[in-house]
């Protein structure tokens, strides 16, 4: 309800103190934190953009928000989804958001959706709120969050981080561009790598995460100069903002009903090739290849295929580093030629994918080789547990 009846809403004067900061300035004052108690948010994610923008959020004194997730809470998440704590690990994401939203802010209804948003429910999730902010991290969401938003007729606060850059910018907003507009296709899975694969500077997510709040804000209160339209890019690194203009495609597809996203991104296609890639390259389990490093047996080439910074943290003993990077544009080939000699080719990687990949690449060269099922993952959990698992 971006236009509530004002006369309806009523400020406390617990919130008069709360919100006190807002209310005197000029652009909020008391009719903008009325917007804001009468308005609803549903954020989908509650990873490491969705953590800074519900805490902002619920501060600011949003008065309904709604939060969809079906994770848990993960060690390797306190890196940067502040929301978290440690006390949470092993449990739901979306109950230890409540837990810190109501710590915040008690005022606040927090409406939980502990699901995997879809073709099925988004349109009735999603219905109720005023504007939707997007926290994911996959491309299947992001097209399934955009044409809902589209369907529905709300504002889309978009954002999205990866290593030290992310960007942000408002979809379908005021005849606005949408995310189509911005991805009329999707890229090909895994040509952009994950989060998990990648890496992503922790503070990254608060500053992108934080603009996304500001720009929620900025449209529940009516202003202008929100980022429809502009495509905003932050570099950690370099310290330097940049924009892009976007405008709407007048030749776009209409979009009329909810698809399926995960076939319209290619990932069913995409897991049934790198399946049949892995059931065509031989496997070995962890404890195999234990009791061969064991025997001290020397008829063996062990490579490892992960990143460089990977080897760094965790690493299993007598293999050698040569990255998937370098098998794909064939100076790793080389290397592997020059190196077997004639014995047997094992590669391993964090969990088996890419080391599969790498032997695939290898096989269409002349080199066989066998895959170590599970990779570094699975021998930190079944040989040796001193082996960091990151």
């Given at each position: 309800m971006l236009n509530p009846n004002l006369d309806e809403i009523e400020l406390t004067k617990e919130e008069y103190q709360r919100y006190s900061r807002h209310v005197i300035l000029p652009e909020v004052g008391v009719e903008g934190q009325k917007r804001l108690k009468a308005a609803s948010v549903a954020c989908i994610g509650t990873g490491g953009l969705g953590s800074p923008l519900l805490l902002y959020l619920a501060a600011a004194g949003i008065g309904r928000i709604g939060i969809v997730d079906f994770d848990i809470v993960d060690s390797s998440n306190l890196q940067r989804q502040i929301i978290h704590g440690t006390s949470w690990v092993d449990r739901p994401k979306i109950e230890s958001a409540k837990n810190r939203i109501l710590e915040i802010n008690p005022a606040c209804q927090v409406d939980l959706y502990e699901t995997r948003l879809s073709s099925e429910n988004a349109l009735e999730i999603l219905e109720p709120y005023d504007v939707v902010v997007d926290g994911t991290d996959n491309f299947p969401t992001r097209y399934l969050?955009?044409?809902?938003?589209?369907?529905?007729?709300?504002?889309?606060?978009?954002?999205?981080?990866?290593?030290?850059?992310?960007?942000?910018?408002?979809?379908?907003?005021?005849?606005?561009?949408?995310?189509?507009?911005?991805?009329?296709?999707?890229?090909?899975?895994?040509?952009?790598?994950?989060?998990?694969?990648?890496?992503?500077?922790?503070?990254?997510?608060?500053?992108?995460?934080?603009?996304?709040?500001?720009?929620?804000?900025?449209?529940?209160?009516?202003?202008?100069?929100?980022?429809?339209?502009?495509?905003?890019?932050?570099?950690?690194?370099?310290m330097s903002f940049r924009e892009l203009k976007l405008r709407p495609n007048p030749v776009r597809p209409v979009i009329e009903k909810l698809i399926d996203y995960e076939q319209f991104c290619g990932i069913p296609q995409a897991k049934a090739q790198e399946q049949q890639a892995q059931m065509e390259v031989p496997e070995m389990t962890v404890t195999e290849l234990k009791q061969l490093l064991d025997s001290e047996a020397n008829d063996?080439?062990?490579?490892?295929?992960?990143?460089?910074?990977?080897?760094?943290?965790?690493k299993i003993p007598g293999a050698t580093l040569i990255p998937l990077p370098d098998i794909e544009n064939g100076s790793g080939v080389d290397k592997v030629k020059s190196l077997l000699d004639g014995h047997r080719l094992i590669a391993h990687c964090k969990k088996g994918g890419r080391s599969a990949k790498a032997l695939g690449i290898l096989k269409q060269a002349g080199i066989e080789g066998i895959n170590v099922k599970g990779g570094i993952t699975a021998w930190s959990q079944e040989v040796d547990p001193s082996v960091p698992e990151y």
């Open positions: 969050t955009n044409d809902a938003c589209v369907l529905l007729n709300k504002p889309n606060v978009y954002g999205s981080i990866f290593r030290f850059e992310g960007q942000a910018t408002v979809f379908n907003y005021e005849g606005g561009p949408n995310y189509r507009d911005l991805f009329p296709e999707p890229p090909p899975p895994g040509m952009v790598p994950s989060c998990a694969e990648g890496g992503v500077l922790g503070v990254l997510c608060g500053i992108i995460g934080t603009i996304q709040a500001t720009e929620t804000i900025k449209i529940i209160l009516g202003k202008p100069n929100t980022l429809s339209g502009r495509l905003l890019l932050y570099n950690a690194l370099d063996y080439l062990l490579i490892d295929v992960r990143n460089p910074n990977e080897y760094e943290i965790a």
